[in-house]
């Protein structure tokens, strides 16, 4: 393999060679960055409904090739299809909502104390833009960190994970055949380095990174001392707390989805359930029950609901902390490593459900991004809640009750930036803001009409009127 590319194989079998793909280096970085910047007078200037225009021909073009984006996904990244496919379809959902701001309001008249003044605002987009995204969803979180960045006027090099190399360059594609001009999308690949080669280009107003907290903090350090502006949204210990009062068949078949699909991949993955003592041991019982249902194998199969891990790291680093979490004292219900005939070739491990999980171990309080639930118990309501807040994370957080005034308070004191009542924890709608509170977030917004806090920059502008 040449030393300027990468290989990428398929988590489910990694005698699948998906290709060899380019590995930017600073030179390339810094091209891409010169790009952006060349392109950036014309389409600041562009008017929104032209903008808009070429991102409502790109959701067309995604939504055509949904079919070849989502079977690629699940070959390079390893999750089923059908969550494949709908992962694709919100890409599409992301440009359509996106587009449709490209009429909307950019500033705000505000009364002056001089009636012969008009004091208004305006919105002007940040610059160029540096997107660094995960792999664990290679469609969805670049369209929506770019659809708004593009849609308020700025250009952008996008830098995804080397583990979704292929998804990126479909996304360009798409991107390029809608008919956005030269220099606006810009795409850099590779590794670590390739990471930050970006942080060190000349020419950046921001970046907007999701990825671990660890990962953040470099890019937020590098955006205190390169002076560009920069949103972080990162890791999560998602807590679910079930009531005694609550549907018990319900909050488990939700607590199973937010913890296993994508094979618990996800920063808002369900990663604690936190029980009310009186339906500790039913609900326990009940979930475990249906975790040993769940089948594992190749997400091109409609038969398994969990895919592969996307690495061999990965799956080395979710039996590394159950084997922790055991020798702390945790008990594991069901999980395992899968190494059968079918499934030797990819990174596979049968789900894991553990008990007497006390909060001081590291299993309940950092996060593993692996099919991993831990169990915990409550006896009432407020140490529940308690026990939801103490961990560093605050991305999001769920309750499963038929009392209003406990889903209310729940939503009111859980350290969480997204909050559901009797749903799961994975999953916000595209026009709703997403982001967390404490290490899970630089406490700014994606999605939604909330993106423009990070993509625009505000003028106060005075004009006094002639005489």
């Known amino acids: ?16 060679l998906i290709g060899a793909f380019p590995a930017s280096n600073a030179n390339d970085v810094q091209s891409a ?14 008017a929104g409904d032209a903008r ?26 390893g999750k089923s299809l059908p969550e494949a496919t709908g992962e694709t379809l919100r890409g599409v959902a992301i440009l359509r909502y996106f587009a449709g701001e490209g009429l909307r309001p950019i500033g705000d008249v505000i009364p002056s104390l001089n009636p012969q003044t008009m ?13 660094i995204t995960p792999w664990n969803f290679p469609v969805a979180i670049p369209l929506w960190k770019a659809a708004p960045a593009l849609i308020y006027g700025n250009t952008v090099i996008l830098k995804p994970s080397e583990h979704a190399p292929l998804c990126a360059q479909m996304l360009t594609e798409v991107m390029h055949e809608a008919g956005l001009p030269a220099g606006v999308w810009n795409l850099v690949q590779g590794g670590r380095e390739t990471g930050a080669a970006l942080l060190e280009a000349a020419g950046l107003n921001g970046v907007s990174f999701t990825g671990s907290t660890a990962t953040g903090k470099i890019v937020a350090r590098a955006g205190v001392e390169r002076g560009f502006k920069y949103q972080l949204e990162m890791g999560g210990k998602n807590p679910v707390v079930v009531l005694a009062d609550a549907n018990l068949e319900k909050a488990v078949e939700l607590t199973v989805q937010g913890a296993m699909k994508s094979a618990g991949e996800k920063c808002t993955a369900t990663s604690r359930v936190i029980l009310e003592e009186p339906i500790a041991d039913e609900f326990t019982r009940r979930l475990v029950e249906r975790v040993k249902e769940l089948k594992v194998g190749p997400g091109t199969d409609a038969q398994f609901y969990l895919g592969p891990l996307i690495s061999g790291e990965a799956k080395s680093n979710v039996l590394r902390r159950v084997e922790e979490a055991q020798a702390d004292g945790a008990k ?28 001081d ?5 950092e996060e593993v991004f692996g099919p991993v639930l831990a169990i915990l118990r409550a006896p009432d309501f407020d140490a529940a809640v308690a026990l939801a807040n103490d961990v560093a994370y605050g991305l999001s957080a769920s309750v499963f009750t038929r009392s209003l005034d406990k889903a209310l308070r729940f939503a009111r004191e859980v350290e969480a930036g997204m909050v559901r009542v009797n749903g799961e924890t994975a999953g916000v709608e595209p026009q ?10 630089s406490y700014s917004r994606e999605q939604g009409q909330a993106a423009r806090e990070f993509y625009t920059q505000i003028k106060t502008i005075s004009v006094d009127l002639a005489d």
């Open 432 to 441: 709703a803001p997403f982001g967390g509170m404490k290490a899970s977030s």
């Open 361 to 365: 171990m590291t299993i309940a309080r």
């Open 119 to 131: 004091l208004f605002t305006q919105r002007f987009p940040l610059g160029v833009v540096g997107l």
């Open 33 to 46: 960055v010169d790009a952006a910047r060349r392109a950036l007078p014309a389409w600041r200037d562009l």
């Open 52 to 77: 808009a225009a070429i991102l409502f021909k790109a959701a067309d073009l995604l939504l055509a090739r949904k079919d070849e984006i989502a079977a690629a996904l699940t070959r390079e990244e």
């Open 332 to 359: 594991v219900l069901c999980g395992g490593a899968l190494e059968e005939d079918g499934l030797a070739h990819g990174h596979y491990v049968s789900p894991f459900v553990l008990d007497e999980v006390r909060p």
């Open 1 to 16: 393999m040449p030393q300027n590319t990468f290989e990428k194989r398929n988590p489910a079998d990694t005698r699948d």
